[in-house]
């Protein structure tokens, strides 16, 4: 299917893929500033089939990580919570969409998962495999783009932590090692290519590889926190419900953590340290999205900046699944619609592309319309912003207040 109106790759796609082809053909290389790390992982896919077998290779990777997601949430939740949460975020409209689109989100998103997974593997029991895989994984995301190096920085501090814990000082020097070796790497290959330390050192004198030239720039863009959820077009939480579960993790998390639950409950303490360092890594990906993107709506579907977090973002929304069975069940049963619904549109041509699926109402129908739209100055957006705002610290007060009456001992779950 098209990624825009009559164009079957839009955007940097047909970038990297010229890339990948100079690298297949041994041309000289058209590098542009999108560097050579994603080209040459789907160099191999391209020079065996061409762009058709890129999009399947890419699509494999990515139901890989959604699989690797599900062992990491049954360090959190049991079956079948733990396969529930990663599926239905792996079967959502964001998820199918930049499965076979040509940029790095989706390889990103696996190998976060893989290197979260490994560095739990390895609280867990002792094996150096774990570890070397783990920085493997991690040494290679510099290369997929910088927007990558912050949420790899959770799992990197505590994969070393955890093998120098166990007295294996000389692994986590060399675990370490692997990825600063890497990046060092990185940055001296792209100062010779590019005369900087990131391929968009190339762009023209006086661009900006944000968008932002200014720290006023920057704050303007804080709504995005907003919009990256709720947004009538852009918004995630529009196109995949499921994941406002993963929302609802963070707070069960925050609960736990100030009930103190795995003082009388050790097992609890082994799924509070894996949701903290899955939302720690979400919450990396977030903040790239907010500040660092030029623009959150392009040729492409929405979602994409946020991409490489879907499936730990699944993974966390298994323990919202398991504490709101009911809910959570329409929440997974609109995200099955509007895949389906917006399936069928695309497939008989009442949406033309995957990047004019916001002309779909899939999955709200009517009710779409009440969805906030930002970017307009629209009175309703701002309010809907606000409202939310003022819920979430009404929470958090009252959570703080609860607690500190009880006192942690009484504080209870529910």
Same mark, same amino acid.
């Given at each position: 299917?098209?990624?825009?109106?009559? #164009?079957? =790759?839009? &955007?940097? /796609? *047909?970038?990297?893929?010229? $890339?990948?082809?100079?690298?297949?053909? &041994?041309r000289t290389l058209e590098l542009r500033p999108q560097g050579i790390g994603f080209a040459g992982a789907i160099t191999p896919a391209y020079a065996l089939g061409g762009a058709g077998l890129v999009a399947l290779t890419l699509a494999a990777v990515a139901a890989l990580g959604f699989a690797l997601a599900a062992l990491v949430a049954r360090r959190i939740v049991p079956e079948p919570w733990a396969t529930a949460g990663p599926a239905l975020a792996g079967l959502s409209p964001p998820a199918i969409a930049h #499965?076979? #689109?040509? =940029? %790095? /989100?989706? +390889?990103a998103g696996t190998l976060l998962t893989g290197a979260a997974l490994a560095a739990l593997r390895l609280r867990e029991h002792e094996h150096l495999r774990d570890a070397l895989l783990g920085a493997l994984a991690l040494a290679a +995301?510099?290369? +997929? &783009? %910088?927007? =990558?190096?912050? %949420?790899?920085a959770p799992v990197a501090v505590l994969l070393v932590r955890w093998m120098a814990r166990r007295g294996h000082q000389l692994p986590a020097v060399a675990t370490a090692e692997v990825m600063l070796g890497s990046l060092v790497f990185y940055v001296a290959l792209?100062?010779? +290519?590019?005369g900087g330390f990131t391929p968009y050192a190339a762009l023209r004198p006086g661009g900006h590889a944000t968008g932002a030239s200014s720290p006023g720039d920057y704050l303007e863009r804080l709504p995005r926190l907003a919009s990256l959820w709720i947004d009538r077009d852009v918004g995630l939480l529009r196109w995949a419900p499921v994941l406002a579960l993963s929302l609802f993790s963070a707070w069960l998390l925050w609960r736990s953590r100030r009930a103190r639950v795995s003082r009388v409950a050790p097992d609890r303490l082994g799924a509070e340290i894996a949701a903290a360092l899955l939302l720690? $890594?979400?919450?990396?990906?977030v903040a790239g999205a907010v500040l660092g993107a030029? *623009? $959150?709506?392009? %040729?492409?579907f929405p979602g994409r900046h946020l991409a490489a977090a879907l499936p730990l973002a699944g993974a966390l929304a298994a323990w919202g699944l398991r504490h709101a069975r009911r809910t959570g069940a329409a929440l997974g049963a609109l995200t099955l619609l509007a895949s &389906?619904?917006?399936?069928?549109?695309?497939?008989?041509g009442s949406v033309a592309s995957w990047a004019q699926a916001p002309d779909s109402t899939a999955p709200w129908g009517p009710a779409e319309r009440l969805l906030p739209l930002y970017g307009g100055g629209s009175p309703w957006a701002t309010a809907v912003a606000i409202a939310l705002g003022i819920a979430l610290l009404g929470l958090v007060a009252r959570e703080t207040w609860n607690w500190r009456r009880r006192g942690p001992a009484h504080a209870t779950l529910r």
């Open positions: 299917m098209d990624s825009a109106a009559g #164009a079957r =790759y839009a &955007g940097d /796609e *047909s970038a990297h893929l010229l $890339v990948a082809d100079s690298i297949a053909s &041994g #499965a076979t #689109a040509v =940029y %790095p /989100e989706a +390889l +995301l510099p290369w +997929l &783009g %910088p927007k =990558y190096v912050l %949420p790899a792209n100062d010779r +290519l590019f720690a $890594v979400c919450a990396a990906v030029p *623009s $959150v709506r392009g %040729p492409w &389906g619904w917006l399936g069928v549109q695309l497939a008989t």
